[in-house]
């Protein structure tokens, strides 16, 4: 099992422009988190997904939205780049709903600079 | 607000020396707390959580509610401690009741030779 994959490893966008980030959790899992990670500081919370919906969701803009898939898998998309938006996006995955006391995987990241 | 705060950057020490970095943590609920790791060019792992009350690689940490705080300690540092060092909060009440996680900002063990 190869644990929580992420692609693109990195990405370059300009201003105005939309990205999607991808996100394949470890075997068993049914449930992925995103998370932000700006230079210097700690992972921040941006949302979660569970049978195909967002069910919590941290404090960022609607500019920042995401999607399920059946298999599990998710995609995080972010419209309108601001460069305020350039960190490491990280997804972690756990199993059985997510619930209190099931440890998370992260995966490697991806990282987004927007110029 | 529910929020994590490590309150050193940089935490630098000499091989065999002990080791304590600091979290404090606020939250209204009843809080589970967590030690992540992330050593040079790895991801994020989780080192220990305070249910747990295990040991891992030598460290411990103890959760006390009167302080707010889950300090890491570890006795004798070792160099391949070295890496950047997170705490975490989740528990029940929070909105949702799920395990989202709010990090403290990290702080970078450096140990010497």
């Known amino acids: 099992d190869a644990g929580v994959t992420q692609s693109p490893t990195h990405l370059i966008k300009t201003r105005g422009q939309q990205v999607t980030l991808r996100c394949s959790p470890k075997?068993?899992?049914?449930?992925v988190s995103w998370y932000q990670q700006a230079l210097g500081q700690g992972p921040q919370f941006i949302f979660q997904?569970?049978?195909?919906?967002?069910?919590q969701r941290g404090n960022f803009p609607d500019r920042f939205s995401g999607h399920q898939f059946p298999n599990y898998s998710s995609e995080l998309n972010v419209n309108a780049l601001l460069l305020g938006d350039s960190a490491l996006y990280l997804c972690?995955?756990?199993?059985?709903?997510?619930?209190?006391?099931?440890?998370?995987?992260f995966g490697p990241g991806t990282r987004l600079t927007v110029l | 607000a529910q929020r994590v705060t490590q309150p050193e950057k940089l935490l630098s020490v000499f091989k065999g020396a002990p080791v304590e970095l600091k979290c404090n943590y606020s939250y209204s609920g009843s809080p589970e707390l967590f030690w992540y790791v992330q050593y040079s060019r790895q991801r994020l792992q989780l080192l220990l959580r305070h249910i747990s009350r295990e040991s891992i690689k030598g460290f411990t940490a103890d959760l006390n509610k009167g302080e707010t705080s889950f300090h890491l300690k570890k006795p004798f540092a070792q160099e391949e401690d070295s890496a950047m060092y997170y705490c975490?909060?989740?528990?029940?009440?929070?909105?949702?009741?799920?395990?989202?996680?709010?990090f403290g900002a990290g702080t970078r063990l450096a140990v010497h030779p």
């Open positions: 997904y569970y049978e195909e919906e967002e069910r």
């Open positions: 972690a995955s756990s199993p059985l709903a997510g619930g209190l006391g099931y440890e998370q995987f």
């Open positions: 975490a909060l989740s528990g029940l009440g929070m909105p949702g009741g799920y395990n989202k996680l709010i």
């Open positions: 075997s068993g899992h049914d449930t």
